[in-house]
């Protein structure tokens, strides 16, 4: 079976351009979830999305923006980019149903440096 | 609301000897409890989960952890270390919802040869 996928692996972005990244979920899995991972630190949930709705929040501003399609791959989208929005931001699918509690599998992610 | 600390950032043990890497959690329902391994350049991996039974969780790799309601830890052990476990580590918790899933900071595993 194939596992999470996230394109592109690396992207460089210039302070207050907008941002697009993708994910193809694991086959069988209806949940999706995004993770931000600044240098050092351990993952921030971002959100998730279940049946094409976001059913949870962490604290991200609204310029952090999300879709789930039919197919359960997803966008984050991220407006006005700012210097500390440089990470790697992972997403994760679970077959969960719209929760976590099978926890997650995990793609390689993406490495966002903003400039 | 709850939350994860992992006490140590760093730790450092010899090949074949035991691994304990420290997780505390804070949580106002039963948790929901995950070990992560992350390899460099790497996504996270799962190691094993608690979520309900028995509190001896067995995982891959010859890792384990202890669910302790009295304590409010999910420390995770290995008898014997090995080269290959160098990575970081990360432990999570969900509430019962499912709908938020918080990591601790990451404790980083240097295996001596």
């Known amino acids: 079976e194939t596992g999470v996928t996230q394109s592109p692996t690396h992207l460089i972005k210039t302070r207050g351009q907008q941002v697009t990244l993708r994910c193809s979920s694991q086959?069988?899995?209806?949940?999706v979830s995004w993770y931000q991972q600044a240098l050092g630190q351990g993952p921030q949930f971002i959100f998730q999305?279940?049946?094409?709705?976001?059913?949870g929040r962490g604290n991200f501003p609204p310029r952090f923006s999300g879709l789930q399609f039919p197919n359960y791959s997803s966008e984050l989208n991220v407006n006005a980019l700012e210097l500390d929005d440089s990470a790697l931001y992972l997403c994760?699918?679970?077959?969960?149903?719209?929760?976590?509690?099978?926890?997650?599998?995990f793609g390689s992610g993406t490495r966002l440096t903003v400039v | 609301a709850q939350s994860v600390t992992q006490l140590g950032s760093h730790v450092s043990v010899s090949e074949g000897a035991l691994v304990l890497l420290r997780c505390n959690y804070s949580?106002?329902?039963?948790?929901?409890l995950f070990w992560y391994v992350q390899y460099p350049n790497q996504g996270l991996q799962l190691l094993l989960k608690?979520?309900?039974?028995?509190?001896l969780v067995k995982g891959i790799n010859g890792f384990e952890a202890e669910f302790k309601k009295s304590e409010t830890s999910f420390h995770l052990t290995k008898p014997s270390a090995h080269m290959s476990d160098a990575a970081e580590y990360f432990c999570?918790?969900?509430?019962?919802?499912?709908?938020?899933?918080?990591f601790g900071t990451g404790t980083s595993l240097t295996v001596i040869p």
């Open positions: 994760a699918s679970s077959p969960g149903g719209g929760t976590s509690n099978y926890g997650y599998t």
């Open positions: 086959s069988g899995h209806n949940t």
């Open positions: 999305y279940y049946r094409e709705e976001e059913n």
């Open positions: 949580s106002s329902v039963p948790p929901y």
């Open positions: 608690y979520t309900t039974g028995a509190t």
């Open positions: 999570a918790v969900s509430d019962n919802t499912g709908n938020q899933f918080y």
